[in-house]
């Protein structure tokens, strides 16, 4: 039986499990991220969820981080939530580590989507849009089972409040995105 790890970096978790070719997932594992502890902390962290998973049926690890992430080369270019994986060469690093396995590394929420578009409440549809919540917001596209990336960030979405002048409110954020989705609203959204 074929199996992919998939595997979640976010901004308080690390979320990883073994999925089948129907995507059923048979085992999962949660971590802590402790991005704020730098960038080999969190990689220990990676590699430990991947090794409780990994097994002899393995073909595949599938990764999923916040942020814009470019899917050919598997690097990550910026995490607004993770400091220490931005420029991360991710999938260079797990192709080295886990010889011979296919390794994709994209955006969370464009994981996400294609998730639900093959395997959830998109699978009849050919258009798909998700939206994500967790320590960010963010979004993807798929159209025709296919992720739609576009050019540079076409095809990426999140909340961001700006000030007049173009900066970005750093400090408000978290406050906006808890006065437009409240806490106790969004109870039980989270998978």
């Not at 998939?6 to 802590?32: N, P, Q």
């Not at 073909?59 to 050919?72: E, L, M, N, R």
């Amino acid at each position: 039986m074929n199996l992919i790890i998939g595997v979640d970096i976010g901004g308080t978790k690390i979320k990883a499990g073994l999925v089948t070719a129907s995507g059923r997932v048979r085992k999962r594992i949660i971590t802590s991220t402790e991005g704020e502890k730098g960038r080999a902390v969190l990689l220990r962290n990676l590699f430990k969820v991947i090794n409780r998973l990994m097994n002899k049926d393995v073909i595949g690890i599938g990764v999923g981080s916040a942020g814009p992430v470019d899917p050919v080369n598997g690097k990550i270019m910026d995490s607004p939530h993770i400091p220490c994986l931005k420029g991360l060469e991710l999938k260079n690093i797990l192709e080295k580590k886990y010889k011979g396995l296919l390794i994709k590394v994209d955006n969370d929420a464009n994981c996400f989507t294609l998730g639900e578009a093959i395997f959830g409440a998109g699978k009849r549809s050919r258009y798909v849009i998700g939206i994500t919540l967790g320590t960010g917001v963010g979004g993807g596209i798929v159209v025709d089972k296919e992720l739609y990336h576009g050019v540079g960030s076409a095809g990426e979405f999140e909340f961001k409040s700006i000030n007049f002048d173009g900066t970005e409110r750093k400090e408000e954020i978290q406050e906006q995105q808890e006065s437009i989705l409240p806490k106790e609203r969004c109870r039980g959204w989270e998978r």
